[in-house]
């Protein structure tokens, strides 16, 4: 069995990790800006979820495939990340989810409704997934992670774009949100979870926690 990487590039091949309870499947689309995707699959049920629809609605739904998706969760109200979300969303029936400081963004970029709007501590399920709705303010109001505690393993956290390797995501100048970003990082990431967590960012390459550890406070100290 081909041991998964988590290095992907748009037009190229998705790669795809097997737990004992959860297939993840991740993808990069639009060359510019390489967004990353990811199809989560429950073993026991099928059922399927995918986070952030950003581009590309053709191959996200070929990657679903005839299970398609029961739920499509925006990690953030940031245009790359949701511009297939109206066709994904209408060609699977799927119920939309994204935090809820950001969803009245989504729904105004998009024209598509978010149907479950989640705060910190929320529980998403699919299938016999549960995924636990960590949100980092900062990057944007509503970013929200999302954390999955594998029974068999380490945890595994979809970032968006709050955790990168090498640093937390972009504010964008304003010295108040990477305050605010890097103290929820910190806090809420860092701070409960132990160094074998994996994460998925939404642009890249994955890393763990343990990798990044060391260096929070040389990101606090340069501010970016």
């Known amino acids: 069995m081909t041991t998964y990487t ?16 959860l297939i993840i499947t991740k993808v990069a689309v639009d060359p510019q800006m390489s967004n990353n995707c990811y199809v989560l699959r429950c073993r026991a049920t099928d059922e399927q979820v995918l986070i952030d629809a950003a581009d590309d609605a053709q191959a996200l739904l070929n990657l ?59 529980v998403i399920e699919f299938g016999k997934v549960r995924l636990e709705v960590i949100r980092i303010t900062g990057h944007t109001p509503g970013s929200i992670v999302l954390k999955y505690d594998d029974p068999d393993g ?34 809420r990431i860092f701070g409960t979870l132990p160094d074998e967590t994996w994460f998925y960012p939404g642009h890249g390459n994955d890393s763990q926690l343990g990798a990044e550890r060391p260096h929070l406070a040389e990101w606090r100290e340069r501010g970016w």
Do not use: C, Y
């Open 64 to 122: 679903l495939g005839a299970a398609g998706a029961t739920k499509v969760i925006t990690t953030h109200q940031h245009w790359d990340h949701h511009r297939a979300l109206k066709a994904v969303a209408e060609a699977t029936g799927a119920v939309v989810v994204a935090g809820e400081p950001d969803a009245d963004a989504i729904t105004e970029q998009t024209e598509v409704t978010v149907d479950d709007r989640v705060e910190h501590g929320d």
């Open 154 to 187: 380490t945890p595994h956290l979809w970032t968006g774009d709050s955790l990168f390797p090498g640093g937390v995501g972009n504010t964008f100048g304003d010295a108040d949100a990477f305050v605010s970003l890097i103290n929820d990082v910190e806090e």
């Open 6 to 21: 988590g290095n992907v590039s748009p037009g190229g091949t998705p790669d795809t990790r097997e737990l004992s309870h």
